[in-house]
């Protein structure tokens, strides 16, 4: 492993952390709040712990795969920690554990939160506390890449981990450029949804913080009922509609801008995005209409939301769905492990996996029909080699094994049942709400320390893709030789 390449990288992160505070610096300066000097000294400690690390000079300047996983590994927990302070320090979360849970809430995307009222919270610190959210969208590491290019050799190691999705790839030969490209269409999507949203009759800063949560598919709201506080039909639709546009491969819209837009609706792992989406928003809306909402119309328009809401990983809510028959939770459950398409902001085991799991499936049983066949499981018409399905399945029972290992640790605290799996299914998914007490309309307030340290930790683990943070714990990755 090359050492000093990584502390000069986490050290450039670091940097560019200090440097991501500044815009909530500026809005808690001009609200005149009392988070001005939490700003302050966390920009002023960050920026100097960062620049220490960047003075290391390396002899060997190249990035090896193990050093691109420690790089992301450490640099997901660094930030999280050091994204915590403005939270302790103005005494908005007095907690440290507390803070770093809702830090790592907010970079991972999840938008679990331990707050019992976020309204009193002053603007910087709500400013930031969503802001998280956008940068930990599309990734930090992969911004670091885009407007940095002292990394330069071996990058595509940390895109490649940092990425959620099985193969992320370079939609240029560059990777800096892939990555300006990726961060072009997410500012411009951005944009277009503030817009969109003050148009509907939300202010700037209301529109500005709800758009980070949608687009980073992160979910904070800055209201107690969530986007369910503005009771607007026009809001809801629109924020509707881009946690969708975000919960799909963002590589697609790049085609689509290059005028493939053929290619969006022949990829089979949109088409089964739309899809499982599309059934689960008329199945819900039948389920719950007549008995929590007067109209079809009505039902539609809350099962939309919450559907897109969940599958993305968001996490906003327009109604307490906790509150749903057991067949639409149940549903709503099921979308926490599926969650968005590879290469999006959207976390939990992507649809791109489940398809090909099923494809594994369907080969392997008719494998037992006619042995003597070859069948080869194929992606948008191309063959997928077996090292990427052993990959994939590796990665599904890795899954499964650390939820339930998650769920038996959260299970001490003596919580109900859906309260106890559903916050590791929304945790590691980062998804955000959960069920029973952390629902829509709760909070992870009441966990014990043990366990808001292992969801922190699981929301990291979730959004890294599992094997950087799993990598750490073995001796042997450890070790000088460069692979």
Not at 29 to 40: L, T
Not at 185 to 196: G, P
Not at 247 to 273: C, H, M, P, S, T
Not at 326 to 336: A, V, Y
Request: charged share 10%; with cysteine; aromatic share 12%.
């Amino acid at each position: 492993m090359n050492y000093a390449m990584v502390l000069k990288n986490l050290g450039i992160l670091l940097i560019c952390e200090a440097i991501a505070m500044v815009p909530s610096l500026i809005v808690a300066i001009g609200y005149r709040g009392n988070d001005v000097m939490s700003f302050v000294y966390t920009i002023a400690l960050t920026g100097i712990l960062g620049s220490l690390a960047l003075l290391i000079k390396p002899k060997n300047k190249k990035l090896y795969a193990r050093d691109g996983f420690a790089i992301t590994a450490i640099g997901w927990i660094l930030i999280s920690f050091f994204g915590a302070l403005p939270f302790a320090f103005s005494g908005s979360i007095p907690s440290l554990v507390d803070a770093f849970f809702e830090a790592s809430s907010g970079f991972t995307t999840t938008g679990s939160s331990i707050l019992r009222d976020v309204e009193i919270l002053p603007y910087g610190i709500l400013f930031w506390r969503s802001f998280t959210h956008w940068i930990g969208g599309m990734g930090v590491l992969v911004l670091t890449m885009a407007i940095l290019p002292t990394i330069g050799i071996g990058s595509v190691q940390i895109m490649k981990a940092e990425s959620p999705g099985p193969d992320p790839g370079k939609l240029v030969p560059k990777l800096r450029q892939t990555a300006k490209i990726l961060y072009g269409i997410y500012i411009v999507i951005t944009i277009m949804q503030i817009i969109l949203l003050m148009l509907a009759g939300m202010p700037l800063y209301d529109a500005a913080l709800h758009t980070f949560g949608t687009v980073g598919t992160g979910g904070f709201g800055i209201k107690n009922l969530s986007v369910g506080a503005y009771n607007n039909v026009a809001v809801d639709i629109i924020i509707t509609l881009f946690m969708f546009i975000c919960g799909a491969n963002f590589a697609l819209y790049y085609q689509v801008i290059k005028g493939n837009i053929r290619g969006l609706f022949k990829d089979e792992e949109f088409r089964l995005y739309g899809s499982i989406v599309l059934v689960s928003i008329l199945l819900i809306s039948f389920n719950i209409n007549g008995t929590f909402f007067k109209s079809f119309w009505e039902s539609l328009r809350h099962a939309a939301f919450q559907v897109s809401s969940i599958i993305t990983t968001t996490g906003y809510s327009t109604t307490d769905f906790n509150l749903w028959p057991g067949f639409s939770k149940t549903i709503l459950l099921l979308l926490m492990f599926i969650g968005g398409c590879a290469g999006s902001t959207a976390g939990a085991i992507k649809n791109v996996r489940i398809l090909l799991l099923f494809k594994i499936m369907k080969r392997d049983l008719m494998r037992i029909i006619h042995p003597r066949a070859v069948y080869t499981v194929k992606f948008n018409g191309k063959a997928v080699n077996e090292k990427t399905l052993s990959e994939i399945l590796t990665y599904f029972c890795m899954y499964m094994f650390l939820y339930v290992l998650a769920v038996l640790v959260v299970s001490l605290d003596g919580f109900d049942m859906a309260t106890t799996i559903s916050s590791v299914a929304a945790t590691l998914g980062n998804i955000g709400p959960g069920l029973g007490l952390v629902g829509p309309m709760g909070n992870y307030a009441d966990l014990s320390v043990l366990s808001k340290i292992v969801l922190s930790f699981g929301m990291i683990i979730g959004r890294i893709e599992i094997y950087p943070i799993l990598l750490l714990l073995i001796p042997t990755f450890w070790s000088k030789a460069n692979v």
